[in-house]
């Protein structure tokens, strides 16, 4: 993951002065995971914010990408996954990556969220956001992003799957209905 860091103060894209940090042109600010345990927690409301939030928020990095590097998808993908890592959220990997189904899936290893979590069901609602912003830019067409499984609900893992809301309807009716309220 360090490469990462040096790959970003190499391209200038992570910027540090007194009082602001910025990345890949977005200021970014460092809290414990724990506040977003403790919104998630304290209303389940925020959920759909944090999920939107978590997918403008790809989008302005992904965007940022293409207008500054004319990233192609894949590179988009890897950078995006690698800023999921570098910025703490646990360690992610592609198991599939479709652009000609626009279907993709990540699993993320030590998930810093979930692992805190007093919830029993999927809650990394964040970064299934980031992945959905994510997979709308690298892949042209307007995906959704569900948590399949979750460490905080004892799976061995956290797992996603990056679709268009109809794919995921069909394919996983119970866990869309349940993650898109
Ligand atoms: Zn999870």
């Known amino acids: 993951m360090f490469d990462f860091a040096k790959k970003l ?6 910027k540090m002065e007194r009082g602001s ?4 042109n977005q200021n970014v600010a460092v809290f ?4 977003f345990n403790y919104l998630i927690e304290s209303d389940p409301k925020i959920i759909p914010l944090l999920y939107n939030g978590g997918k403008e928020s790809a989008k302005l990095f992904a965007k ?6 004319n990233f192609k998808a894949t590179q ?32 993320v290893k030590n998930s810093s969220l979930a692992i ?14 980031f992945f959905a912003g994510g997979g709308t ?3 042209s067409t307007e995906l959704d992003c569900i948590e399949t499984r979750c460490i905080a609900r004892k799976d061995n893992i956290c797992e996603f799957v990056v679709a268009s809301k109809a794919y995921l309807k069909i394919k996983y009716p119970d ?3 349940s993650q898109f309220q």
Not at 32 to 35: C, G, K, R, W
Not at 117 to 129: P, T, Y
């Open 9 to 14: 103060i190499f391209a200038r894209e992570l």
């Open 21 to 24: 940090m910025i990345i890949l």
């Open 32 to 35: 414990p995971v724990s506040l």
């Open 64 to 69: 940022e990408l293409i207008k500054k590097y």
């Open 76 to 107: 988009i993908k890897d950078w995006l996954k690698n800023i999921i890592e570098f910025a703490g959220w646990g360690e992610a990997e592609f198991v599939k990556y479709d652009q000609s189904n626009h279907i993709a899936v990540l699993r």
């Open 116 to 129: 805190q979590s007093k919830k029993k069901e999927a809650v990394d609602h964040l970064i299934r956001g």
């Open 137 to 139: 830019i690298s892949m």
């Open 175 to 177: 866990i869309t209905k």
